[in-house]
């Protein structure tokens, strides 16, 4: 059996874990969720950015890519439409009360950045604009505009997370910005398909620096920022999605990662590439259920049992997910994990 390189779908899976981990529990390991965990979704970015940059690369910029980006578009849409349709109860129960003109800004919201339906579809909506963006300049004139627009895209998510608590000295301007959330939108979606361009045209060079002791050194840097933002309250709201640190450490760890192989069967490859989509899209349906059980009984239990639990849930109910597409073979199933 020929054996194919699994590294990032291994990633992937370890990745979806520390997603749930902020989601359920981040604020009582902040040590791992906020440090480790906040550079997965824009390796997620860079790996889909990384891959259609190195094809564009092989094809040269023509019909063929054209086609190509139409594509992945497409497939990233149904992979949105599918997860937000499933996701319906779930928005009800959270805006049955609102009013009609607040579920519009909802929608309108989704369009550019956080999903009103599955809040992790945010960064597949990050990765469409983004694409398409960088794409449409890159053909058309040169790199000049995305670099910009990146740039300007992660000083907005840094200054407006990490060390965003200026805004409270500015009410009405933070309530926008924790309403359009620029750190979950299209525009950070924009620097970080900008930084996979790079990746791709400067790997050689890049890869000097993706060794273990220079990324080790950056996840110690990236606590010493966590507990120095943390100490003097530099925090807007709890939100840490952006940080100096993970902006050079997120791709080093993305070319760490693509340049150590860890080689499975192709069936393995399949089976883990699609439990780390199904950990992704379902953990907040099925974490959301677990926790209102939790609540309504009087059990109790340690932050970690409780995370576990979750992660055991999602386990199965993934697995479940998986024998429906081997029994039915419905391919409205194949949609749901980007097939």
């Avoid at 349709?85 to 009800?92: E, G, S, V």
């Avoid at 080790?216 to 840097?221: D, G, N, P, Q, S």
């Avoid at 952006?242 to 069967?265: D, E, K, R, Y």
């Avoid at 393995?268 to 939790?294: E, N, W």
Wanted: charged fraction near 15%; glycine fraction near 6%.
């Amino acid at each position: 059996m020929k054996k194919r390189n699994a590294s990032l779908d291994i990633f992937r899976i370890i990745a979806a874990l520390l997603v749930i981990l902020i989601h359920f529990s981040g604020n009582y390991f902040p040590q791992v969720a906020y440090v480790f965990g906040k550079i997965v979704v824009p390796i997620f970015m860079m790996i889909t950015g990384y891959f259609f940059f190195r094809k564009v690369q092989r094809l040269g910029i023509g019909e063929e890519t054209d086609r190509y980006i139409r594509a992945t578009s497409i497939k990233i849409l149904q992979l949105i439409i599918f997860w937000s349709i499933l996701y319906i109860p779930l928005a009800i129960t959270e805006l049955h009360d609102k009013s009609l003109l607040v579920i519009v800004a909802y929608l309108l919201r989704s369009v550019w950045g956080i999903n009103m339906f599955v809040g992790p579809a945010w960064y597949l909506i990050s990765v469409l604009w983004g694409l398409n963006f960088v794409y449409y300049f890159m053909k058309h004139t040169k790199m000049v505009v995305p670099n910009i627009v990146g740039i300007i895209g992660l000083l907005v998510g840094i200054m407006t997370t990490y060390y965003g608590n200026w805004l409270n000295d500015f009410p009405s301007l933070a309530k926008g910005v924790e309403f359009v959330y620029p750190a979950c939108s299209l525009l950070i979606g924009i620097s970080w398909i900008t930084l996979s361009f790079y990746l791709v045209k400067y790997k050689e060079r890049l890869d000097y620096l993706a060794r273990g002791w220079i990324i080790v050194l950056l996840f110690i840097c990236g606590e010493l920022e966590l507990l120095l933002v943390r100490h003097y309250h530099l925090v807007f709201k709890d939100t840490y999605d952006v940080s100096f640190t993970a902006v050079v450490l997120a791709p080093l760890v993305f070319l760490w990662i693509l340049n150590h192989n860890f080689n499975v069967g192709s069936q393995t490859l399949q089976l883990l590439k699609r439990l780390s989509a199904l950990f992704y899209f379902t953990h907040l349906m099925v974490g959301d259920i677990i926790i209102h059980c939790l609540e309504q009984s009087s059990l109790q239990l340690t932050h970690l049992t409780e995370y576990l639990l979750i992660v055991l849930a999602v386990t199965i109910v993934s697995f479940v997910y998986l024998g429906l597409m081997k029994l039915t073979k419905w391919q409205l199933l194949n949609i749901g994990l980007g097939e």
